[in-house]
Each structure stands twice: as structure tokens, then as C-alpha cells.
């Protein structure tokens, strides 16, 4: 009954219902020789299958996230500083404003990082498209929140994307003489980070967090089509296309 209910509830919110009308469109097409049409929608439903079960992300995962390795702690606490990327921010909730999904685990990373190797924290993130609010500031009032000194975390509040990122946390950087920077974000986003920091002359030690893929042996319910593993699947599409946007404009 567990396993039963389980694949009753994933079917429910997954993108099943999508796939079944595009196979039953193509079907439909083929019985009014649509022949076309009948192609196309197969086609569109058998990729979207594809793309929305746990074993398609977790190869397209491994193959954008174990570009990078995380550096050993030896490494970590030769760095002289730490730089966290902003990854976004949900304003006017309840509670205020608060860091993105994606954004917690940084900054979950970076206190742990701290507490082992304390250091410097340069966090860069400005106000990107409408916000009230830059992401940095309210990155550092959580990590104040999490028990690191106010002293120890410096803000860029420029910046909207990682190639700004790289530029305007330089500029900080730089001013402190820091040349060797242990580098805080999504693992997704690490290869694209890296030599975005590394094209602004720094040597950068990797700390990757938020992992996407998932080893383990998989059981029918991982080959039941779900929403969130199409943005999964989006967002590493997303690293593909920056890395060789990024390439294409000189910014690595």
C-alpha cells in the first residue's frame, strides 16, 4: 500500500497527464492520416518522458556537476577568502525577506565552511531584475543570524550575473591583495564560476554544495515523470548553454 500510494501521488503532480495527451494526440492523428501531427506529438511526449525522470537528470548531472571536484580541506584553509554567489532571494514573505532554495544551501555551506576554517566572507549578489532588495544584504543578515561577525562578511551589491559577479567582487578582492579565493556555489554552477574567476586572475578552490544528482539503485517510482525534475533538468540545460554563451563572449 506504501509503494502503491506513493506512485498514486507522484502521478498526480508529475507531467504524466502531458505526456498521455500528447501520445493520445498523436494516435488521435493517425486515425485522420494527420500524419505530421501524429510524429510530432509522439516525438514531443517521448522527450518529455525522458526529461522528466529521476535517471535522464542524473546523468545530465554528473556530466555538468563532476567537471569541478571539491577541493580538499587542506586546500579550503589555505584559501584567504570565501565568495558566495548569490543564487536569489523570495521578498515580502511573512518573515521578510528571505534567500531562494538554492541560495540556503550556499549559505549553509558557507557557515560550515567558516566555523572550520575561519575567514573573510565576501558575498556577491545585487538587486536583479525588480527587486527592493539586494540578494548580498540579505544573504548577511543570515549568516549573522548563523553566529558569524559582522567584521568578517563583506557585501558587492552590484551585481546581476555570475560574469558581474567575478568583475565587481574583484574589485574587493583585489584592494585586500587576495589572490587565492575558496569559491561557494551550486555545484551546477561551479564550472562556469570557476573560470569566470579565473579569467579575473584568481586561483580559485572550489566548494561546490547543492547537488542535483543522486546516487543510488532506482525503483519504478524514479521512472515516473515529475515536475521537479524537469527544473532540474532546465536548470543544468541552463549551465550548458552559459558555459558556452560565456565561452562565445570571452568572459572565460
Known amino acids: 500500500m506504501f509503494i502503491l ?27 485522420y492520416n494527420l500524419k505530421k501531427i501524429k510524429r510530432v506529438s509522439i516525438l514531443l511526449g517521448i522527450i518529455l518522458y525522458i526529461i522528466t525522470i529521476r535517471p535522464t537528470v542524473d546523468l545530465t548531472a554528473k556530466l555538468v556537476e563532476n567537471r569541478v571536484q571539491p577541493a580538499a580541506a587542506e586546500e ?49 549578489g545585487g538587486k536583479v531584475t525588480n527587486q527592493q532588495v539586494s540578494e548580498s544584504s540579505v544573504y548577511k543578515k543570515i549568516l549573522i543570524g548563523l553566529n558569524i561577525p559582522d567584521s568578517d562578511i563583506l557585501t558587492e551589491e552590484r551585481s546581476r550575473t555570475t560574469m558581474e559577479n567575478a568583475r565587481y567582487t574583484s574589485e574587493l578582492l583585489k584592494k585586500s591583495n587576495i589572490k587565492n579565493i575558496v569559491l561557494v556555489t551550486s555545484a551546477s554552477h561551479m564550472t562556469r564560476s570557476k573560470m569566470t574567476f579565473e579569467k579575473q586572475g584568481f586561483n ?22 515529475r515536475s521537479d525534475n524537469l527544473s532540474y533538468f532546465m ?17 572565460l
Request: proline share 6%; with cysteine.
Open 76 to 124: 579550503i584553509e589555505k584559501g584567504e577568502a570565501y565568495v558566495v554567489l548569490g543564487g536569489g532571494i523570495i521578498e515580502k514573505t511573512p518573515v521578510g525577506n528571505i534567500p531562494s532554495e538554492t541560495a540556503s544551501v550556499r549559505l549553509m555551506n558557507t557557515a560550515i565552511l567558516y566555523n572550520s576554517h575561519p575567514k573573510t566572507i565576501y558575498i556577491t
Open 235 to 251: 536548470r543544468l540545460i541552463w549551465e550548458f548553454a552559459g558555459i558556452v554563451y560565456y565561452g562565445i563572449r570571452g568572459y
Open 5 to 31: 500510494g506513493k506512485i498514486i501521488g507522484q502521478l498526480v503532480i508529475s507531467p504524466a497527464i502531458f505526456i498521455a495527451l500528447f501520445i493520445f494526440l498523436g494516435i488521435f492523428s493517425n486515425r
Open 204 to 225: 580559485v578552490v572550489p566548494a561546490p554544495c547543492g547537488y542535483i544528482q543522486n546516487y543510488k539503485n532506482y525503483n519504478m517510482l524514479d521512472f515516473i515523470p
